[in-house]
């Protein structure tokens, strides 16, 4: 008896999440992909695909941050020609302008990090 009194309890709380979080919505919108919803999901999203690259091309270096620079603006492109997320309603320059400061921030936010960490020199090895 006590047994099972502890399964059910413990198949209620495994349950729980699903149960408190279900969709009770509409579906979702099909031209709100997750990178293209916001500025900070454009940068985890170059920063993403040039680590990606980064291992496929085997780049080091400044080569690293050339492949981030032509990442940025090109995610940010696409976005803008398939009229996707925060690119909806946004002129070309606009997007290219996204673009780049997505690519800065993937870039310079890696070494400001390792500046705050204690290493002062943020060139790259």
């Known amino acids: ?3 099972s009194i502890l399964f ?4 209620f709380m495994l349950a729980m999440p699903v149960i408190l979080l279900a969709d009770t919505g509409d ?3 099909p031209k709100s992909m997750e ?3 916001s500025m900070s999901a454009l940068i985890a999203g170059v920063v993403a695909i040039t680590a990606l690259l980064k291992t496929f091309l085997g780049t080091t270096g ?3 941050e050339i492949v981030s ?3 940025g603006p090109l995610i940010a492109f696409i976005g803008f ?3 996707l997320g925060i690119f909806i309603a946004m002129p070309w ?3 290219l302008f996204y673009g780049i400061l997505a690519a800065f921030s993937a870039n310079k936010g890696w070494d400001i990090y390792k500046i705050f960490a204690g290493n002062k020199s943020a060139a790259y090895k």
């Open 93 to 95: 320059y606009m997007a």
């Open 27 to 29: 579906p979702p919108n």
């Open 1 to 3: 008896m006590k047994n």
């Open 69 to 71: 620079w032509i990442i």
């Open 35 to 37: 990178i293209f919803a």
């Open 81 to 83: 020609f398939f009229k």
């Open 62 to 64: 400044i080569f690293t």
């Open 8 to 11: 059910l309890i413990s198949v």
